[in-house]
């Protein structure tokens, strides 16, 4: 009781209650009533909305400067303790469900499941295996004579050469339980070796993955920056673009064709390029996102002014830019890009729950849907930077269950008579 809640898909501002039971939202509004032995608790005021949903995350991904520290510094223990303290980190910070879009060997799909098993706390995880990528592509991070030109087996990609091995890898990584495949079809500033304009894979190569996935009825992420990569993965049907760094007139005509989302994850390339020098991040890596910066704000606001949707991600986990910092995502759509905060808010709610297929159940507070909350002392409609306050958090909600934070006990409904 006492509180404002974002309403619905439109996030509407609604003054009155949340009733909740067995886990799900009973009732939304002022004429909410509690019944006999029903707990009450007033929120004094707080806002209610959606727990959050981080569309492009690598739980792996913790104190990371360079390529050397996501494989290469870590051994795959450590890197699934990794995943398992950022899986709770996450959860505290509100996000009750993440897309997981690769990890070093089956990290992600394992930890979905530890979850759903309730073996360990954490946000609902859709999750893809290794990165499909290619000899000098994406995930080729390291110097070819560090392994004398052999790919490492136990990094965040996974390497194929020609459309048989990526329909064989396709096919694998479904057998050990994959949501979603993820192909890296072109470089990324992130990786000097193989920088955002080049071409990670062939045509042919990224046509044969997406075609294998749509054959067993997965949808494919693709790590797409470069305009080739963009036009070739979007005409193919991927269902979403990550990045979109260089998004030209053909490759936006054919993600409206398509209906492919973009996962931008600006704020993290923006720290990059802005703060990349003092969070320590290697010269080569922040001049890459400086000559890239201007182009991606470019492109994301030409596709969201031309209704493509859009869902924010984080990529998070660099040691100054931490797990949860997709939150500041929503911040950057308001400053560079021109969306409304209702617009920015979605892209962390709604959107993602409409792409993973998930919406009849999360990414709204409407009855009927599990009651995956979060509670904050102000409106991030007023002002979306409080969600990038830790204070300002209440607490957060799965399922019904407080996984962070206290509920302020007020009574509970006496018997009638």
């Not at 394992?110 to 995880?125: F, H």
């Not at 048989?164 to 949501?179: F, N, P, S, T, W």
């Not at 991606?296 to 002014?305: G, K, L, P």
């Amino acid at each position: 009781m006492n509180c404002t809640v974002l309403a619905g898909s439109e996030l509407k501002p609604v003054q009155g209650k949340v009733a909740i039971g067995d886990g799900e939202i009973q009732a939304v509004g002022v004429d909410v009533r509690a019944e006999h032995d029903d707990a009450v608790y007033d929120l004094k005021g707080a806002t209610v909305m959606p727990g959050l949903i981080d569309s492009h995350c690598h739980l792996i991904y913790r104190d990371v400067v360079e390529p050397y520290d996501i494989e290469l510094r870590k051994s795959l223990p450590e890197a699934t303790i990794d995943a398992v303290f950022n899986a709770q980190v996450l959860l505290q910070k509100g996000f009750t469900t993440v897309r997981d879009v690769g990890s070093r060997g089956n990290i992600g799909v394992e930890i979905r499941n530890a979850i759903r098993n309730g073996g360990i706390p954490g946000p609902r995880v859709r999750a893809a295996a290794q990165i499909i990528s290619a000899p000098g592509g994406l995930g080729d991070f390291h110097p070819s004579h560090i392994f004398e030109d052999h790919p490492y087996r136990y990094g965040l990609a996974a390497q194929i050469v020609g459309p048989h091995e990526a329909r064989a890898l396709v096919r694998r990584q479904l057998k050990d339980g994959a949501d979603w495949i993820k192909v890296g079809v072109s470089g990324t500033g992130f990786n000097p070796l193989c920088p955002a304009e080049r071409n990670g894979l062939s045509d042919i190569e990224c046509r044969a993955v997406i075609e294998e996935a749509h054959q067993q009825s997965i949808p494919v992420a693709a790590h797409a920056e470069s305009a080739h990569a963009v036009r070739v993965a979007a005409s193919n049907g991927a269902e979403t673009i990550e990045h979109g760094i260089y998004i030209d007139d053909v490759s936006l005509e054919s993600m409206i064709e398509h209906g492919v989302t973009l996962s931008p994850t600006l704020a993290m390339y923006r720290a990059f390029a802005i703060r990349g020098q003092s969070m320590g991040i290697p010269m080569s890596i922040v001049d890459g996102h400086k000559r890239t910066h201007e182009h991606h704000t470019e492109s994301v606001r030409r596709a969201f002014h031309a209704g493509i949707r859009i869902v924010a991600g984080g990529d998070a986990g660099l040691r100054h830019f931490p797990q949860g910092s997709c939150v500041e995502e929503v911040a950057a759509y308001v400053e560079l890009i021109g969306m409304t905060p209702q617009q920015a808010l979605q892209t962390l709610t709604i959107n993602p729950a409409r792409l993973l297929c998930i919406d009849k159940e999360v990414g709204s507070v409407d009855a009927g849907k599990k009651a995956d909350l979060l509670v904050l002392t102000d409106n991030p409609l007023l002002d979306v930077t409080v969600l990038q306050r830790t204070e300002s958090r209440v607490f957060v909600m799965q399922s019904g269950a407080v996984v962070d934070g206290r509920l302020p006990l007020c009574g509970s409904v006496p018997p009638v008579g």
